[in-house]
C-alpha cells in the first residue's frame, strides 16, 4: 500500500503541474538561473543539481517514469537490485556531460539541432513505439525488459538512461538554455578547463534530473505487485505518453508548414491506417507481430504520399494582390494583422518617429518553436494587441543582419539557438530579452 501512494503521488504532482500550465515551474526555473548567474564554485553546482531536480517534475519530462519504472522492476543483476537503476543514472547524466563538452565547443549548436521539425517528429515516433512497448504490443529489444528480465547485462540499461536524457533535453527548457548561454557567453576562449567545467555543470543538472530514478529503483519506491489493477495503469501511462508524442508531432509538422488541423488530420488518418492493418490480419497471429506488420504498412502510406508529392507537379501559384506587393516592395512582411519591418533602419527609423519601442525576433524557418510563437501572435489576443504598440521587427537567421547580432557580446543566448527576442528603444538599448517564446505575459508587461 505504501508503495501505491508514492505512485499516486508522483503522479498526482505531475498533474497538478500540468494544471498550472507550468507557470510555478517557470518562476522556479528564473529563481535558479538568478542563481547561477550570481554563483560560482561549489554553489553553482548545488544551484543546477536543484534546477535538475525541478526540472524532473515536469509534465513533458514525467512519460519517461513509468518506462523506468517497468525497466527496473524486470531487470536483474548479480551485482545487486540497485545495479540497473545506477547504470540508468550514469547513463543519463553522461548524455548531459556530453552536451557540456558539445555546448562549450559548438557554443551551444547542438540546441538548434533539438528545434528542427525532424527531431520533433523523431521524437514523437520514438514516444509512440514507448506508449506500445508500455502496454505490450511492441517489444522493443534495444530499450526493453519486460520480455529479457533474465539479462544481466548492464550495458543495455546505460544505454537507455542517455536514451531518456536525450528525450528529456528537449522539454526541459530554461535551465538547460540558461546554462548554454553562460557557456556560449566565452565561446571565444575556448580552453580545456572550460570545456571540462561546461560538462559536469551539464552532468550535475542531469544528475538532479535522474533523482526520480532514484527514488523509484535504489531505494525501493517500486511499483506493487503485478495484478490486473495494473494494466489499467499501463494503459493510463501509454495514453499519456501518446498524447505528449503527439504534441512533438503536431510540433515538427508545423515547422514543416503544416498547420494544426492538417496535422490533426494526418494523425487520425495514421491511426485509422494502422488499426485497419491491424484488424485485417488474421486473429491467430501473435499481438506484436500484427502490430509490426501494421506499422509497415503505415511507413508505405506515408511513403506513397511523400513521393507523389515529390512527382506530381506543384500547383499554380495565385498572384499576390496589391496589397501584399507594396508591402513587399517596402520591405514589410504581413502576418494576419500585424506587420513586420525587415529593415533594421526602417524599423527603427519608424520607432524614432512615432516614439515606440521595437520587438525584434529572430526567425528561423526550421524552428518549431518560432513558429509557434508566431501563430501565438495571431491567436493570443492580449499578445497582439500588445505587438501592435510597438514597432516590429523580424531578423531571418539567413540574413546579414543576424549574423552582426549573433556577434555582439550583449546576445549570447543567440550562440544557443532560435528563438529570441528583444525589446529596445528607438536608439537601441535593450529593454528586455528572452529566448523562451511561451512568457508572453513577460512581454506584454513592457509592450504595454
Known sequence: MKKLIVCLLLFTVNTAAQAQSLSVFDQMNDWVGTQLADSGGVNAYFF???????????PCVYPVYPITVNFLRNRK?????????????LGLAAVYFLFGIIASLTGGAFNEILRFPLANLTIGILLLLMAMAAVDYLHLPFFGGQLDSKQQRLSGTLMMGAGAGLL?????????????????????????????????????????????????????????????????VQWGFALLIAYFAYGYLLKGLNGLGISDQVGFYIFVGAVLVFVSAFNIQKQ?????????????????????????????????????????TQLSALNIEQKGNLNWYLNKEDAYQKAAEMGKLVFVDFHGDWCTNCKAFQKSTQ????????????????????????????????????????????????????????????KTEEMQLFLN
Open 284 to 324: 491467430e497471429k501473435g499481438r506484436q507481430h500484427k502490430v509490426k506488420i501494421s506499422l509497415y504498412a503505415l511507413a508505405g502510406v506515408f511513403g506513397f504520399f511523400i513521393l507523389g508529392a515529390h512527382i506530381l507537379p506543384a500547383p499554380v501559384a495565385q498572384a499576390n494582390s496589391t496589397v501584399n
Open 168 to 232: 528529456s533535453s528537449a522539454c526541459v527548457g530554461p535551465i538547460v538554455v540558461s546554462i548554454l548561454v553562460a557557456i556560449a557567453s566565452g565561446a571565444s576562449e575556448i580552453t580545456l578547463g572550460m570545456t571540462i567545467s561546461a560538462a559536469f555543470q551539464m552532468m550535475f543538472f542531469g544528475l538532479g534530473v535522474g533523482v526520480p530514478v532514484l527514488l523509484l529503483g535504489v531505494f525501493g519506491l517500486t511499483l506493487p505487485k503485478s495484478g490486473r489493477w495494473m494494466q489499467y
Open 379 to 438: 491567436q493570443n489576443k492580449s499578445l497582439n494587441q500588445a505587438l501592435q504598440n510597438a514597432v516590429l521587427y523580424k531578423v531571418y537567421d539567413t540574413s546579414q543582419e543576424f549574423e552582426k547580432y549573433r556577434n555582439d557580446p550583449r546576445f549570447p543566448e543567440l550562440k544557443v539557438g532560435l528563438p529570441f527576442f528583444l525589446i529596445t528603444d528607438a536608439s537601441g538599448n535593450v529593454i528586455y530579452k528572452t529566448n523562451d517564446y511561451t
Open 48 to 58: 543546477l543539481f536543484i534546477g535538475g531536480v525541478m526540472a524532473s517534475l515536469l
Open 77 to 89: 543483476s548479480s551485482l545487486g537490485k540497485a545495479a540497473h537503476p545506477l547504470a540508468y543514472y
